[in-house]
């Protein structure tokens, strides 16, 4: 079992940057390859970004690219996220998960086996 918690999530306006982090616990950390889902109201849940065990092998949802980073410390047992120029849309539950490290669709939410409970962002216009 590995257990995570999100943090980070809060409001900001428009144009403005967070960064979320998740705190891994459990089976070890660096076995797993991490990433983020968000949800809006309404919306099915959708993949942001992920990165491999090693902390290579990067891939971001277009929608995030150039602004969203991702990035994890297996020292610490956690996984981070910066989220910069943010806009309305990006307005969401955000989602921290882990999975094999061998997935292949990394963008598919059943590619994990672990999930967090979620951290609310919300970016006001």
């Known amino acids: 079992q590995v257990q995570l918690v999100e943090s980070g999530g809060g409001l900001v306006q428009a144009g403005g940057s967070l960064r979320l982090s998740c705190a891994a616990s459990?089976?070890?950390?660096?076995?797993?390859?991490m990433g983020w889902f968000r949800q809006a109201p309404g919306k099915e849940r959708e993949f942001v970004a992920s990165?491999?065990?090693?902390?290579?092998?990067?891939f971001y949802a277009d929608s995030v690219k150039g602004r969203f980073t991702i990035s994890r410390d297996n020292a610490k047992n956690t996984v981070h996220m910066q989220m910069n120029s943010l806009k309305p849309a990006d307005t969401a539950v955000y989602y921290c998960a882990a999975g094999s490290p061998a997935m292949v669709f990394y963008w598919r939410s059943t590619e994990y086996d672990y999930w967090g409970q979620g951290t609310q962002v919300t970016v006001s216009s």
């Open positions: 990165i491999g065990w090693r902390g290579g092998n990067t």
């Open positions: 459990g089976r070890t950390f660096s076995n797993y390859a």
